[in-house]
């Protein structure tokens, strides 16, 4: 693999707290040296004619002129649905991780709500051996809990963690019961993983398609209430307290379940949770201008849950943001907001939204976005090798020019699917370039042939 040096970034880097320009060469896939320019306490720096950590000249390196932007680690989605096998007409793991590469996602979690569902050896190898031949990033696949994901018996988490599984959930479906949930919080700790939830009470579930607001009830809709959601999180965390295991909330959306996540780790039970880009973006407002575009699980919330995910995301509660990004056909989409399914796109969006919505009104610093997107989600799937930039660290990577202008256009989108609100939204900030192990995947707009190495 050839050698690369990205020069003259910006380079942040949330887990070394590093904050400065400078060039960082890449060999073999890894960091192998970082030449800071300037930072506040450097004032200057040399121009290396060779990298010193092997001794070879700088023209024996590719070089990318990162002059104006951002070099931070590359962004690890804990959250995706790639929809293969059985979903290929909405989504393939070639297109959804070239739309990952787009975002600036370098590694992805792939859910399990595949058809069949990914509960055995064998889905999880094809998996795998897909990712390997198609994909443009890493693919890590989440596994489920129960065995055909219906919450009545759990799935060989051992073998199915030996085999590539990074984490376990029944993804689109809280764990059913409560004694289920602790004997799999109970295994997962033992096998050194974690259980992700979908915490929405299985009842309402059944009843509720938007949120339980004045907008449910202005269009006449059947409203979720945050009580569904906000239960299980109770439940969940009473688990993890109960066995001492590791349990992960999937896109809170209530203030109710921020509150509670927060006081659990004020008690230090192993608690995290990741939020989407649309749970700080959107309320429930939205389903009146997009329709079914609009219509995901849990639902958009009310204005303060918003505002409740942005505290959360800001002090620390939420560990993560995740895209959940969920393909489907416009045809399904368009069958009626009632029978239209879950779920909208969200990789391609998810920076630009998180610097609109975060950092640009100066709810998040730098160092905080991008621990979100990268280094956190990568500790809590136990990858020090990603998520940092620094030197013996994967040289996953992402450059992103936070003053370009743009306009999001679902029609470009390297996704097979086009189901988001955001289409012809105006954005500043966007990336640029994203590498792994070394390798460019994604780059001004086009994909590099090739896959990643996983």
Not at 285 to 309: F, I, T
Not at 404 to 415: I, K, N
Request: net charge negative; aromatic share 6%; with cysteine.
């Amino acid at each position: 693999m050839a050698g690369l040096i990205i020069t003259n970034g910006r380079i942040i880097c949330p887990r070394t707290r590093r904050d400065a320009t400078g060039d960082v060469w890449i060999e073999e896939g890894r960091i192998v040296d970082i030449e800071l320019q300037s930072s506040p306490t450097n004032s200057g720096g040399r121009n290396k004619s060779a990298s010193m950590a092997t001794g070879k000249p700088r023209n024996q390196f590719e070089e990318i002129d990162a002059r104006g932007c951002i070099v931070s680690p590359g962004f690890v989605d804990l959250h995706t649905h790639l929809r293969e096998p059985g979903g290929e007409e909405a989504e393939t793991i070639a297109t959804g991780t070239a739309a990952a590469a787009a975002g600036g996602f370098s590694a992805v979690c792939c859910m399990p709500n595949t058809r069949p569902v990914n509960d055995n050896i064998s889905v999880m190898k094809m998996i795998l051996e897909r990712a390997q031949a198609t994909g443009s990033v890493r693919v890590f696949p989440v596994a489920a809990v129960s065995i055909g994901s219906r919450g009545e018996q759990l799935t060989d988490f051992e073998a199915l963690k030996a085999a590539g599984a990074v984490c376990f959930s029944d993804d689109g479906k809280a764990v059913r019961t409560e004694t289920l949930m602790k004997n799999a919080l109970e295994v997962a700790k033992r096998v050194g993983s974690f259980v992700s939830d979908h915490c929405e009470a299985w009842n309402a579930a059944e009843d509720g398609v938007i949120h339980d607001g004045s907008v449910a009830r202005e269009l006449g809709i059947r409203g979720l209430p945050r009580s569904s959601e906000d239960s299980m999180v109770e439940r969940d965390i009473r688990a993890a307290e109960q066995t001492g295991a590791h349990v992960h909330i999937a896109h809170i959306s209530t203030a109710g379940a921020v509150s509670l996540v927060r006081h659990a780790k004020q008690q230090g039970v192993a608690v995290t949770c990741e939020a989407t880009p649309h749970h700080f973006s959107l309320t429930d407002e939205a389903v009146k201008k997009y329709g079914a575009d609009a219509k995901m699980k849990p639902p958009l919330r009310a204005a303060s849950d918003v505002e409740a995910v942005v505290e959360g995301l800001a002090d620390g509660t939420i560990d993560a943001i995740a895209t959940d990004h969920a393909p489907h056909l416009a045809s399904e989409k368009a069958q009626g907001f009632a029978a239209a399914p879950f779920g909208i796109t969200g990789l391609e969006a998810a920076l630009a939204l998180a610097l609109q919505q975060l950092l640009q009104p100066g709810h998040l610093d730098w160092f905080r976005l991008l621990e979100l997107l990268s280094s956190s989600p990568a500790r809590i799937l136990g990858r020090p090798d990603l998520g940092r930039v620094d030197v013996g660290a994967w040289g996953d990577l992402t450059i992103l020019d936070p003053n370009q202008e743009w306009v999001f256009r679902a029609s470009d989108s390297f996704s097979k699917s086009r189901n988001t609100p955001f289409d012809g939204w105006k954005f500043r900030g966007r990336v640029r370039t994203t590498l792994v192990a070394g390798k460019v995947v994604f780059e001004a707009g086009a994909m590099r042939p090739g896959g990643a190495d996983h």
